[in-house]
C-alpha cells in the first residue's frame, strides 16, 4: 500500500483561505486520530488500523510542517509590526508551533511503525495530548487571530501571500 498526502489546498488565490482550508482539515483529521486510537486500545492492532497509523503519519508530517511555514513565512509577515495586539499573537502563536512540534515527535515514531507499538492506552495518552494542544491552537487563531487579520489584508495581500504558500510547495 501507498501513501501519499494530498494537499487539503487547490487554490492559492488567497492566502488566508489556504490557511482556513488547512484549519477545517487538520481538525477533522484530529478527530479521526482520537477515533483510531481509541479502537486500538479497545481491539488492537489489525493490518487495516496499521495502515491507518501510516496514513496519519503521512498526512501530519506534510501538513504540520506546510501549514507552519504558509503561517510563518506567507502570512505573519504581512501583518507584523502593525499593532501590538497582533504582534503579541503572532509570538505566542509561533511559540505554540514548537508545542505542537514537540507533541507531535514521540506519538510520529510510534505512528510511523505500528508493529512496535506495545503501549496503546499511552499512545492514547500522547495522541489525546498532540490534538488537544493543535485543536486549542487551531481555534485561537480561527477565533482572535485570523478575524483582526481579514480587516487588515486587501485581496492584493492575500494573492501575495498565497503566491508564496504556492512557492513553498514547488520548493518541497
Ligand atoms: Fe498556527
Ligand atoms: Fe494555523
Redesign the pocket.
Known sequence: MEFHFTDPATDFSDGVRVIQVYHEDLLTRGQALLTLVDTLRQEGMSESRANQCIDAHCYYTHASSL??QD?EKGLFPLVVDQSPLIDGMLER?TL??EEIEEAWETLASWLSNPEQINDFPRMQTLAREFEKVLRE?LIR?NEDFLPPVEKLLGAKQRLEAGGIMRQLRVKS
Open positions: 501549514h507552519h503561517e502563536l505554540d508551533h491552537h487563531e
